[in-house]
């Protein structure tokens, strides 16, 4: 099946500046209060909430468009780690600003994968497991139940939004398989916002003007990561967008959604075959 191209002259996206309120009622790490936001987009644009898998007391959702269909469209996530709040906090804020993208387009978004560390502040779930390192496992029902839900798709775009604490700037993973690459042109759209990472080596990986490309070899990762996982089985291209989460929340927000809005654009979300 031939894939969504990239227009050869487009002008920049414009990303929606927050308004003076968000500072005063951002609550990143109220969990039901996020959900409150997602189910109220949710019937403003048609999406369909649900619950997919339980996280101790509490539920973890996923929302589909009324256009997802199985191949074609964009996988996003936030939230697997708990102490991340800026990219759980950027993926609603840019739903609630672009309604007509979800009414129109074929999305399927995971808001906060552990619940229980976003409230609790922790990279960790309740028993202390990173769920970004066991998606070769299925003894944990999140994991086990996404893996599922997801096996009929085939993803254009895959989205995984991070936070680094040791982060000087953002970076990028960007998945060696389809080109032209994306990961250089991503960063000009956020250099406005925020600095780019200029570390040579960045969690042992070589790291170039704040782009970690590579090809996936399995020997090197005996602990899966949800980016690894999805980009094997599930998505043509796949990107971990990674801020810095000592910058203020509010830079972080902007360059995530800056991110997510740059990507969107760059694929016919409304074109999918079922």
């Not at 403003?44 to 996923?62: D, K, N, P, S, W």
């Not at 560390?117 to 028993?127: K, Q, T, V």
């Not at 398989?177 to 925020?194: D, F, G, N, S």
């Not at 780019?196 to 590579?214: H, L, P, S, Y």
Request: charged letters at 25%; one cysteine or more; a positive charge.
């Amino acid at each position: 099946m031939e894939r969504p191209l990239i227009p050869k002259t487009r002008p920049r996206v414009r990303v929606p500046a927050l308004p003076d309120s968000w500072i005063l009622r951002q609550r990143v790490h109220d969990y039901a209060f996020l959900i409150k936001r997602w189910n109220r987009l949710a019937r403003a644009t048609g999406m369909t909430g649900e619950v997919f898998a339980r996280a101790g007391e509490h539920e973890v959702l996923c929302y589909k468009t009324k256009a997802l269909r199985h191949s074609g469209g964009i996988y996003i996530s936030a939230g697997i780690h708990g102490d991340e709040p800026a990219a759980t906090e950027a993926l609603i804020t840019w739903a609630e600003q672009n309604p007509a993208t979800l009414a129109e387009g074929s999305f399927l978004l995971f808001p906060c994968l552990n619940p229980w560390g976003l409230i609790n502040n922790s990279r960790y779930d309740e028993e202390r497991r990173d769920l970004n390192r066991i998606f070769q496992q299925d003894d944990v029902e999140m994991v086990r139940n996404l893996k599922a839900l997801i096996r009929p798709y085939r993803f254009a775009l895959s989205l995984m939004l991070h936070e680094d604490y040791d982060g000087q700037g953002l970076y990028i993973y960007e998945v060696e398989r389809t080109r032209p690459y994306w990961a250089e042109e991503l960063l000009k759209t956020v250099e406005p916002i925020i600095p780019i990472e200029g570390r040579a080596i960045i969690e042992g990986r070589k790291a170039n003007a704040g782009v970690i490309r590579r090809r996936i070899s399995m020997k090197k990762f005996p602990m899966v990561p949800e980016a690894i996982y999805i980009h094997l089985n599930h998505s043509d291209r796949t990107f971990t967008m990674e801020t810095p989460s000592e910058f203020a929340l509010h830079q972080r927000v902007l360059a995530h959604i800056a991110l997510l809005s740059e990507c969107v654009a760059r694929v016919d979300h409304r074109s999918t075959t079922a």
